[in-house]
């Protein structure tokens, strides 16, 4: 139960930092992990440096928010059984660091979206049977 190896390429020019969130939008946008003000000259995050069974060894000054499991740091995807979940990843370029105690994911995505250069969206959809389709 760690976050799994992150990587990107093609920033905007003048991008300070990185923010990056992980939800569940079939589930009411139950939140995963977010973590923010990740250096703007970051291509990625290395496999294992959040999770409840990892001691979290972020980014220097770099922030994370407790997730939907209660905890601070990344919490893996675990779809009900015989249910369809939609999986989404939203990385902001943001034009400065954010700084700050966030208490809620939209708090955080909206400060994000307020200093967004540019933002990239992916999302995985899995069955009941953790088979992506």
């Known amino acids: 139960n760690s976050n ?3 990587s990107w390429e093609g920033a905007p020019e003048g991008t300070v930092a990185f923010a990056l969130i992980f939800d569940d939008p079939t589930a009411g946008n139950f939140p995963h992990w977010a ?3 990740i250096p703007g000259d970051a291509t990625g995050l290395n496999a294992g440096i959040s999770g409840a069974e990892v001691s979290n060894n972020l980014p220097s000054g770099a922030f994370e928010l407790q997730n939907g499991g209660g905890f601070v ?3 893996g995807s675990c779809p009900g059984p015989n ?3 939609q999986y989404s990843w939203r990385l902001y370029a943001l034009d400065t ?3 700050g105690d966030f208490g809620t994911y939209a708090q955080l995505e909206s400060a994000a979206q307020a200093a ?3 933002m990239v969206e992916m999302c995985h959809v899995f069955d009941g049977d953790n088979s992506p389709f």
């Open 35 to 37: 973590i923010w003000d």
């Open 97 to 99: 660091a954010l700084g």
């Open 83 to 85: 249910s369809v979940n």
């Open 4 to 6: 799994p190896v992150i």
């Open 73 to 75: 740091g990344y919490l």
């Open 116 to 118: 967004e250069l540019d």
